[in-house]
């Protein structure tokens, strides 16, 4: 009887979580007709600077280079000490509901969508087409910064959205897991690299961010849905995809596409400037 | 409630109970066993886990990184029954949780000692694990464990004893049917033979049985209960179909048979008989009532050595006897009366030195089934037997539709109830009145008066003389208010003896046959020896019309009350066929004239004339007169001139109760 009614609570949590896979972009209409009493925590991730000039009203300031461990080297998340404390700082829970907004190129958002992922946060969503098209549309603004009352949040790991050095060299091994390179064709292909060996990781298939994004627009943004089912067509759903780019920024965007398509993804933001670094590992071209 | 239930249900109901109580108490044990086990897994898995991610969780408080969180939250999720694991660096901050925080939120969690596992309401186990290396303690882990995700034996027992249950309890039932019907059929064999047995026609049913146990003791006492039953009805039923005293039906049975012969139509023609013995009193009276049954006895025998056949007698009450004649018709029954009548008739009862003749007297019903109604028959029976009684001693009387003078016949029996009542101390009863008989030729200061009865029934009515007399005399009831009479006014003077000095003479009356009567004569010679009373001033009263003939068998009896001074007056001179020879040849000391020839004496010369002649007949055998009927003073002035000795009437003294006179 409890497995019945197990089995039936999983269909339903399913069906729940098809939905949401749909809804993790927020128009702009949306959000300024959402009842301000919800407790919405809204992500300004632009830098210090723009967000002090104006910012959506309520909006609190997490710009983008907070994800970053240490962004010279790669783009591996940040320690979780300090994750920890940032999101303690604005009031941040596991279960608290957030919208991100960038500027509008969608690859900030993203990276932050990526990062509140791994730390545990399961309501997450970013702002269709960014603050410049809420600017556009003269939606409310706001330089005022809110008060913040901190949050009991303790680090919690999402392994399943952060892909470690180890986990890709398995997935490399592994038929029933894809792993997807973000970067440029020529990247792929061996003529260009950031690190000092060229070529792929093995099995790899090319995916380039570019092509999510829709480029000759006045407002840069994510494919539309169907657009985006195209492209990753060849990617068997149910399979686990594993996502790299060059240091683990850009890739994001393919990551928050697949997340949209409700595939099981991880990002592995080492990326290729640790495992082209490293000698011991394999590459193809 | 409970005791309405039958025996098997109460037993099946019991069953199902304790079956049920048994069961889920088993269940309920396993189960314990099971959590138990359980949170003795979970404590041991914490403690192992603990220890194998020691290393992992040391790493992340000291060098913490994302990858190896990652790492440790990949690991632990391998355990499933691992809900949420929280870890605190030494300061007891908390620097990474896994699961849901839910379980940790909650501070009391906080506060767990090192090790001590604790179980909350929902069965999880919450346990604080050191993270140590080299003995020293960098942090500690709280884990909290689903003991639900393990798969126990017990639970896969469980589940099999869930379903053996209700198996369990049919099988259980199954028994307690069976066993019920072992232990309860004894109890319904032994109602049913009760329901059976039949009181009405004495028949029982015994109950059989192959236990030994208390069962067979009920079963044996039954029976032993039911043979005594069936002995002792018999004998209540011949008691209750019998009279004691000669063996005959009693009213019961004989009604009983009347009312089934009634509705046999085999039978065309019925007799009915009721026969009641005339002298049945007397033999009680005289020679006393052991004498009485005897004479009973014997009657009852005759009936039955003479009557044969489809024939049944009962006694049913007294000396009144039925007989029923069954297909018999008018005539045989006449025959059969006759010859009953005659051989009684014929029946000398002897007792001690007494020598009693008797004769009975038959009413006699010819009835066809349903004729009558049983109650009609028997009252039917009753008329005929009293218009046989009516018409005297011995006789046969055939019931007749224009009989039905019920009103009369019931209405003396009534008196005659009356009359037994008064002569036996009440309610009912008889009151002595005296009225003057006044000496017309001389003057005295004493007083001379005639005793005459009145009769009050149990309401306080008078009734007349001229009602109840009648109805003494056609029940030979007489002799018993004459005697009654004589013995009251003995003992009344006797209780006054002063009023003696003032009385000159008495005139008691009696009826005809009384003088006759041994009874009565008997009586008189005792109360001669009783009382102390002048017996020359008794005067004994006998009427003309019905005593002559009597008074000559009764010789003897009269010279010996003359040789005590007992008087004898004739009454009512002049109405009967009487003739002046009677006063010639009779021993009256007084004759008393008809009121009828005082009454018209002055206007009729006849009877005036009349008054004369038997004034000087009377005075030729110095016989006293006594004129009845005197109403004026002519009539006193009248008859003292012709010589009359006394006068009586209401001008000369009405009746006034003997007790004014005392």
């Known amino acids: 009887m409890l497995k019945y009614l197990s089995f039936i609570t999983l269909l339903l949590s399913t069906y729940s979580h098809s939905i949401s896979a749909s809804s993790l972009r927020i128009s702009a209409e949306e959000l300024s007709t959402l009842n301000s009493s919800e407790e919405i925590v809204l992500l300004d991730v632009r830098n210090k600077n723009d967000y002090e000039v104006g910012h959506i009203k309520n909006a609190i300031s997490f710009p983008v280079a907070l994800t970053y461990y240490d962004k010279k080297v790669n783009g591996k998340i940040q320690k979780p000490q300090l994750m920890q404390k940032y999101l303690k700082e604005r009031g941040i829970d596991t279960q608290s509901r957030i919208i991100i907004y960038d500027e509008g190129g969608i690859v900030s958002a993203a990276r932050v969508f990526w990062a509140l992922e791994v730390y545990g946060l399961t309501k997450v969503q970013i702002l269709d087409r960014g ?111 594993i996502i790299y780019c060059k240091i683990g920024l850009v890739s994001t965007t393919n990551y928050f596409a697949l997340r949209e398509l409700g595939y099981d993804v991880a990002n592995y933001d080492a990326s290729w400037r640790e495992w082209g670094n490293d000698d011991s590992l394999p590459i193809e071209k | 409630m409970w005791q309405r239930l039958s025996i098997r249900t109460q037993l099946m109901l019991l069953m199902f109970f304790l079956l049920t109580f048994v069961g889920i108490g088993t269940l309920g044990l396993v189960n314990w066993f099971d959590i138990k086990e359980r949170q003795t897994i979970a404590t041991e898995q914490a403690d192992t886990l603990g220890r194998s991610l020691n290393n992992d969780l040391l790493s992340a408080l000291i060098n913490t990184n994302a990858d190896g969180l990652s790492d440790i939250t990949f690991r632990i999720e391998g355990f499933k029954s691992v809900d949420a694991i929280q870890l605190f660096n030494n300061k007891g901050e908390a620097i990474f949780s896994y699961g849901n925080e839910m379980y940790i939120r909650d501070d009391i969690y906080k506060k767990l000692k090192i090790d001590v596992p604790h179980f909350d309401k929902t069965g999880r186990l919450f346990i604080r694990h050191p993270v140590s290396a080299d003995e020293y303690v960098y942090g500690s882990a709280i884990i909290v464990i689903n003991p639900e995700q393990y798969n126990t034996r017990v639970k896969e027992n469980f589940i099999t004893l869930l379903l053996i249950f209700p198996i369990e309890i049919f099988i259980g039932m199954l028994v307690a049917w069976r066993i019920s019907l072992r232990y309860s059929k004894p109890f319904e064999t032994i109602a049913q033979a009760m329901q059976e047995n039949d009181i009405e026609k004495n028949q029982f049913k015994s109950v ?135 051989e009684l008739r014929d029946f000398r009862f002897v007792w001690l030195s007494d020598t009693l003749s008797i004769s009975a007297s ?73 009225q003057d008989i006044v000496p017309l030729q001389r ?128 009454d009512d001179f002049g109405t009967g066929m009487s003739s002046f020879e009677y006063l010639k040849n009779l021993p009256f000391d007084i004759v008393k004239i008809d009121g009828s020839f005082v009454r018209d004496m002055l206007s009729d010369p006849v009877d005036h004339a009349m008054i004369r002649y038997t004034h000087e007949i009377s005075k030729l055998r110095n016989q006293e007169t006594v004129a009845e009927y005197v109403e004026t003073k002519d009539d006193v002035e009248e008859l003292r001139k012709i010589g009359i000795t006394y006068g009586q009437g209401y001008y000369l003294g009405k009746p006034r109760p003997l007790a004014e006179w005392i």
């Open chain 1, 131 to 241: 603050y410049k098209y809420w600017r556009y549309k003269n939606l409310e603004t706001s330089q005022i910064i809110p008060k913040i009352k901190p949050s009991q949040y303790i680090v919690k790991i999402n392994h399943k959205r952060l892909a470690s050095k180890f986990a890709t060299q398995l997935a490399t091994h592994n038929k029933n897991k894809v792993v997807i390179d973000a970067r440029s064709l020529p990247a792929y292909q061996g003529k260009v690299s950031v690190a000092k060996r060229f070529g792929h990781i093995p099995s790899a298939i090319s995916v380039p961010f570019e092509e999510n994004i829709i480029e000759n627009s006045e407002f840069e943004s994510l494919k539309p849905l169907s657009e985006l089912q195209d492209l990753y067509a060849d990617v068997p759903t149910g399979k686990k995809v």
């Open chain 2, 362 to 434: 038959i009413g006699m019903v010819v009835f066809k089934p349903f004729e009558y109604t049983l109650t009609d028959l028997i009252k039917s029976a009753d008329i005929a037997f009293y218009n046989a009684k009516a018409k005297g001693q011995n006789k046969l009387h055939i019931y007749d539709e224009n009989d039905k003078d019920e009103k009369q016949l019931s209405s003396e029996i009534q008196i005659a109830g009356y009359i037994k009542e008064a002569l036996n101390g009440g309610p009912s009863r008889f009151e002595l009145y005296a």
């Open chain 2, 208 to 342: 059989e049985t192959t236990f030994k146990n208390e069962i067979g003791l009920l079963f044996s006492g039954y029976n032993k209960m039911i043979s005594k039953i069936i002995k002792t009805t018999k004998v209540l039923r011949y008691q209750s179909h019998h009279d004691s005293l000669t063996g005959l039906y009693n009213r019961f049975a004989i009604e009983k048979e009347i009312d089934e012969t009634l509705k046999n139509e085999n039978y065309k023609s019925n007799v009915l008989i009721n026969l009641d013995l005339d002298q049945f009193k007397t033999v009680n009276d005289t020679v006393g009532h052991i004498a009485g049954d005897e004479l009973l006895q014997m009657v009852a025998h005759t009936l039955k050595q003479s009557l044969t056949g489809n024939t049944d007698i009962a006694r049913v009450g007294g000396d009144d006897f039925f007989i029923l004649l069954k297909n018999t018709t008018e005539q045989q029954g006449i025959d059969i009366a006759e010859k009953l009548l005659k």
């Open chain 2, 443 to 570: 003057e005295t200061d004493k007083v001379s008066y005639e005793i005459l009865i009145r009769m009050f029934d149990s309401n306080g009515n008078f009734l007349s003389p001229d009602h109840f007399l009648p109805v003494a005399e056609r029940y030979q009831l007489m002799i018993d208010i004459d005697k009654y009479v004589l013995t009251s006014y003995l003992k009344t003077i006797k209780e006054n003896p002063q009023h003696l000095k003032k009385l000159e003479s008495v005139h008691i009356n009696l009826a005809g046959g009384t003088l006759n009567q041994i009874e009565f004569q008997n009586c008189v010679k005792e109360a001669i020896e009783l009382y102390d009373f002048p017996w020359e001033s008794l005067e004994l009263e006998v009427t003309e019309t019905s005593s002559i003939g009597n008074l000559v068998h009764a010789q003897e009896f009269i010279k010996f009350c003359q040789q005590h001074g007992i008087g004898f007056a004739l």
